[in-house]
T-cell receptor, first 112, second 113 residues
Framework: KNQVEQSPQSLIILEGKNCTLQ??????????LRWYKQDTGRGPVSLTI???SENTKSNGRYTATLDADTKQSSLHITASQLSDSASYIC???????????WGAGTKLIIKP | KAGVTQTPRYLIKTRGQQVTLSCSPI?????VSWYQQTPGQGLQFLFE???????NKGNFPGRFSGRQFSNSRSEMNVSTLELGDSALYLC????????????FGPGTRLTVL
């Protein structure tokens, strides 16, 4: 069964600290993996998209990694800011003909 | 380039009523997908439209339906509303398929009383 699991479910860190969010997937075939940031009550915003041949991609303070062999991805946030408080969602695309497989997200809270 | 727009932004209905939500994709985008997000839950896929045809459908009852017009604008309809339909309904557009990068609208917050 195609699944995307994210951990932790929620995370609280102090402003300025780094953190890493995890995404494990059992999706086949695999086409690409995306990370989205969703502020409360708003639509998700894309952070990164990686195909199976890419193992790292950065977007400012956000760096995503992908290990297609172990089917794991991580999102690393450097020097967190209060505005990073949001849910971070991992999404895997099996193929152009299939619907996307969405993770439940990690709720990140940055405290001053 | 204007982003994805959704109307209305907020809606309050009572049980048994029906509702129609609208989504205008980014200019040039032909794929529109709809999602339901309930509090604390992940996004649940409703359906995807491309060139006025439903291409993919999630596991929702037949009360949920949609359509896409020739200008790629899309509407979704929920009939016989239930309390559990209260949610944020998100629309996403992409160039050709949902496989491409998706851009989300701000959502419509539906409350069913």
């Amino acid at each position: 069964k195609n699944q995307v699991e994210q951990s932790p479910q929620s995370l609280i860190i102090l402003e300025g600290k780094n953190c890493t969010l995890q995404c494990n997937y059992t999706v086949s075939p695999f086409s690409n993996l995306r990370w989205y940031k969703q502020d409360t009550g708003r639509g998700p915003v894309s952070l990164t998209i990686m195909t199976f041949s890419e193992n790292t991609k950065s977007n400012g303070r956000y760096t995503a990694t992908l290990d297609a062999d172990t089917k794991q991805s991580s999102l690393h946030i450097t020097a967190s800011q209060l505005s990073d408080s949001a849910s971070y969602i991992c999404v895997v695309s099996p193929d152009s003909n299939y619907q996307l497989i969405w993770g439940a997200g990690t709720k990140l809270i940055i405290k001053p | 380039k204007a982003g994805v727009t959704q109307t209305p932004r907020y809606l309050i209905k009572t049980r048994g009523q029906q509702v129609t939500l609208s989504c205008s994709p980014i200019s040039g985008h032909r794929s529109v997908s709809w999602y339901q997000q309930t509090p604390g839950q992940g996004l649940q896929f409703l359906f995807e439209y491309f060139s006025e045809t439903q291409r993919n459908k999630g596991n929702f009852p037949g009360r949920f339906s949609g359509r896409q017009f020739s200008n790629s604008r899309s509407e979704m309809n929920v009939s016989t509303l239930e309390l559990g339909d209260s949610a944020l309904y998100l629309c996403a557009s992409s160039l050709v398929v949902a496989y491409n990068e998706q851009f989300f609208g701000p959502g419509t917050r539906l409350t069913v009383l």
